[in-house]
């Protein structure tokens, strides 16, 4: 039986022009959204938002197990996934736009064929709930985090864990690669954020300010700065250079679920527990809010040229703003 080679960790890489890229001059940061469409995709609370890099396609994951492809703006099903055996947590799409990777609650992350809708590999090795998934930019790695308070970076050609990362003290809620490096960045329930080498499995540095659970984590387009939210809904953001904090901000008491930057880098979307979707301007600092979800709001993640913001919540929808 042939062995399957492990894939290498590039070491230089640049961005991939066939893809939505917002440029300096063309991208401006908007914050007059308003809601569209609300399209009711699962039985069960939706988890995650993912969008396609070239394509008018969202992927919705959901308590109820499965995931949903789905075109905009007309919000049609195009493929369901079904293989998991408990809640999905996440789903990340490959930079191919091909693939897509979940996790979940039942310790798995899954590697599903996005022409056919079936998956095509599992990675199993974490002994809890994963609760975030990321593609490397070069297409060859996943990475995951889980309550177990490690993380993983799965090898997609050799079908293997290539290291395991220590170091948190509690559940590790969230994980991302800096944009085209080998740098990862993750967020725990510990309260602290930690930034590491993919090469090696090495912690090089933790951020230390949250008095609370951290839940998300994630890195402007251009990687410049890291945006943190926690457990009472503090947003902090983080000079990645330095490696220090710049400013917090509390949109509390509400926790704050997950953060995601504009193309711009200029407006953050935060889905908060209490409903509200909080659009950060960060130039002003003033905060905008968009009402919508009638209860929690769990994801909100903006399309690639920011005309456009998705968000999910626990009564099973995704609504569409514009």
Request: net charge negative.
């Amino acid at each position: 039986m042939k062995t399957k080679k492990d894939s290498k960790f590039p070491t230089d890489m640049q961005p991939n022009s066939n893809l939505y890229l917002c440029k300096k001059n063309n991208c401006q940061a908007k914050l007059d959204y308003k809601l569209k469409n609300i399209f009711r995709l699962h039985e069960l609370p939706v988890s995650c938002v993912a969008v396609h890099p070239s394509k008018d396609i969202l992927v919705s994951c959901g308590e109820d197990h499965v995931w949903k492809a789905v075109g905009f703006p007309k919000g049609n099903v195009l493929l369901t996934g079904v293989d998991h055996t408990d809640w999905l947590s996440t789903c990340c799409f490959h930079p191919s736009g091909n693939k897509l990777a979940t996790s979940s609650g039942d310790t798995t992350v899954k590697l599903w064929d996005l022409f056919k809708g079936n998956c095509v590999l599992t990675f199993e090795g974490h002994s809890r709930a994963v609760w975030s998934c990321a593609w490397h930019s070069c297409g060859d790695f996943v990475a995951s985090s889980s309550l177990d308070t490690t993380s993983k970076i799965w090898d997609v050609n050799s079908e293997r864990c290539r290291y395991t990362l220590h170091g948190h003290m509690d559940s590790v809620n969230s994980i991302e690669f800096f944009p085209y490096s080998n740098t990862l960045l993750t967020a725990s329930a510990d309260k602290s954020l930690s930034v590491w080498d993919a090469r090696t499995g090495n912690c090089e540095q933790s951020l230390y300010g949250h008095m609370h659970s951290v839940n998300d984590a994630t890195f402007t387009p251009r990687g410049h700065m890291i945006a943190s939210c926690d457990s009472c809904g503090v947003i902090k953001l983080w000079d990645f250079r330095k490696l220090l904090p710049i400013v917090s901000i509390d949109t509390g008491p509400s926790p704050g679920n997950e953060v995601n930057f504009d193309p711009s880098g200029q407006v953050l979307a935060q889905a908060s527990g209490n409903g509200v979707i909080h659009l950060l301007d960060l130039k002003s600092g003033q905060i905008h809010k968009l009402i919508g979800h009638e209860n929690e709001a769990h994801t909100a993640v903006f399309s690639h040229d920011g005309e456009s913001l998705f968000s999910g919540g626990s009564e099973g929808t995704v609504q569409t703003w514009s």
